[in-house]
């Protein structure tokens, strides 16, 4: 997790040329079995990250050990380009055993090496090590404390708060301390936690945040990955979903899983509108088919006359096929993606943002002459949007109807999401009409909330962007406002460096 959720309200580390929420963190870990000879724990966890590099772009790092030593390797960039062949050879010994792994969110902000995860400390357990996905809401209150109580800390980073915790249950087993832990903290999150002999994985009582279970072949061990599209590349089984509030080790007698909070799950909606890879399922849901089943419902819920469907690439497609075909307008690819417009191909400045998109996005004759459905997963600020629907004009098409796989977004996220300040989201303060005439469409529609949930088809989840029920835990009315004005400060800062370049 950032240094900026420390704070818990979000600190505008959105990045303004792609305006969709983002998730923060991907988190990996593997138990290799003492008797399992040659295993590549290295190699294992470095393609586990990469499978999850959609999760974050900024930093990564890799943690392995042995009952005899521990070696981390982290850094600021992207996994290929961070765990080259000889920077995982400094991470391959004899007898490694067990390993965790971590990528975090790419911001436009400074660089801070030093919070990249896993982190690590030396303490009354031996050697630990942990990485994390999601929010402590009230991980400030709780350093607060400990700052008074004279503890030290090396990171602004939220997650040295659960490790110093578990830390100081001196009396207990890694294991019981983490589970007591887990009961303190609060928010949003998915945490992996290793020493030399057991990793841990565990999910906070709501499942906010995913985290699944694979099994390696031959009985080899066992592995943590934030979605399933990782235990794939690590050559892993699906086994399950960690439980909300579910603690589960892996170590050499193989997995045990201890239910240690109950609560009412409401995992995080947004991993099937827009987060999760689509090849994969997270709690029973398969992502691909709920974006699909999304379309549809939008077909229902907001018909339009049309010539042709068009998703905005690539995060749109998969609802778009499913509106084209519950409405019966054709779908066309009437926006390619380039695939060499990178995230910092073009410092942020704000002259080059309409360029940055027609770098990104390119109409194609598809539109010419047409009443276009136009569907994306969400609308954050609805910067891009406008831009987007300009873009379909210019080739020219005569009508752009747009259409949202999500339902406006109004409230921040406390979870690890970084959906931008409140005062920005577009729906916090525009109607969805003004919205539609802000982007300049000829018609807007969300999804709706109801909608939604039977799209994704598993009961209840996280909503609270769309209606600020925060299902985990809010910081509060003074820590929000606290936030939101250090977000102001944090833009200011970042506006004078992009205007210094
Ligand atoms: S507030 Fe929104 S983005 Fe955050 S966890 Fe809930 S549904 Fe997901």
């Not at 290799?32 to 724990?41: K, Q, T």
């Not at 009985?219 to 990782?230: N, Q």
């Not at 936030?483 to 992009?498: I, K, N």
């Amino acid at each position: 997790m950032s240094a900026a959720a420390l704070r818990v309200a979000p600190l505008g580390r959105f990045d303004h040329d792609d305006d969709h929420p983002h998730e923060e963190c991907g988190v990996v870990g593997a138990h290799v079995r003492s008797d399992a000879l040659d295993y590549d724990l290295a190699g294992i966890l470095q393609v586990g990250l990469f499978a999850l590099q959609h999760r974050g772009q900024e930093s990564c790092g890799i943690c392995v050990a042995s009952p005899d030593q521990i070696r981390i390797e982290k850094d600021m960039g992207l996994v290929a380009e961070v765990f080259t062949e000889a920077r995982l050879d400094l991470l391959r010994f004899e007898d490694a055993r067990t390993g965790i792994g971590h990528t975090r969110y790419s911001t436009t902000g400074a660089s801070l090496r030093f919070n990249a995860q896993p982190l690590t400390v030396r303490s009354n357990k031996g050697l630990l090590a942990l990485a994390h996905n999601g929010n402590f809401t009230n991980a400030r209150a709780i350093r607060d404390a400990m700052l008074e109580d004279g503890a030290v800390f090396q990171t602004t980073n939220d997650s040295e708060v659960m490790i110093n915790l578990v830390a100081r249950y001196a009396h207990l087993s890694l294991e019981d301390a983490t589970a007591r832990v887990m009961s303190e903290l609060e928010g949003g999150f998915a945490v992996v936690l290793m020493d030399r002999r057991k990793v841990i994985g565990l999910r906070d009582r709501h499942g906010v945040r995913p985290l699944v279970i694979g099994e390696l072949p031959d009985g080899a061990g066992h592995v943590f990955a934030s979605e399933p599209s990782a235990l794939i590349l690590m050559g892993a089984r699906f086994v399950r979903d960690v439980r909300p509030g579910e603690l589960v080790v892996a170590d050499d007698d193989g997995l045990h899983a201890r239910q240690v909070l109950e609560g009412v799950p409401t995992p995080c909606a947004f991993e099937w509108i827009y987060f999760a890879r689509g090849d994969g399922a997270l709690d029973g849901a398969d992502v691909h088919a709920a974006r699909l089943r999304m379309g549809e419902v939008l077909a229902a819920e907001a018909p339009v006359d049309a010539d042709v469907v068009v998703g905005v690439p690539e995060s749109g497609l998969a609802a778009a096929l499913g509106f084209a075909r519950a409405s019966g307008i054709p779908f066309d690819l009437g926006l390619q993606k380039s695939p060499y417009a990178g995230r910092t191909f073009i410092a942020p400045n704000p002259r080059l943002r309409d360029q940055k998109v027609r770098l990104k996005l390119a109409p194609t004759g598809a539109v010419r002459g047409k009443r276009v459905v136009l569907v994306d997963d969400s609308i954050v600020r609805g910067t891009t949007s406008g831009r987007i629907v300009a873009l379909l004009r210019e080739a020219g098409a005569r009508e752009v109807h747009f259409r949202v796989s999500s339902p406006p977004i109004a409230y921040p996220c406390y979870y690890g999401i970084d959906t931008a300040a409140r005062q920005e989201l577009a729906a916090a303060t525009m109607t969805v009409a003004e919205i539609g005439r802000r982007i300049g469409a000829d018609s807007l529609a969300f999804i709706s909330e109801e909608g939604l949930a039977r799209a994704i088809g598993i009961g209840r989840t996280c909503l609270a962007c769309f209606n600020g029920r925060y299902p985990a835990g809010h910081p509060g009315d003074d820590a929000e406002k606290e936030g939101l004005e250090e977000t102001g400060e944090a833009r200011a800062a970042l506006v004078r460096a992009a205007t210094a370049r």
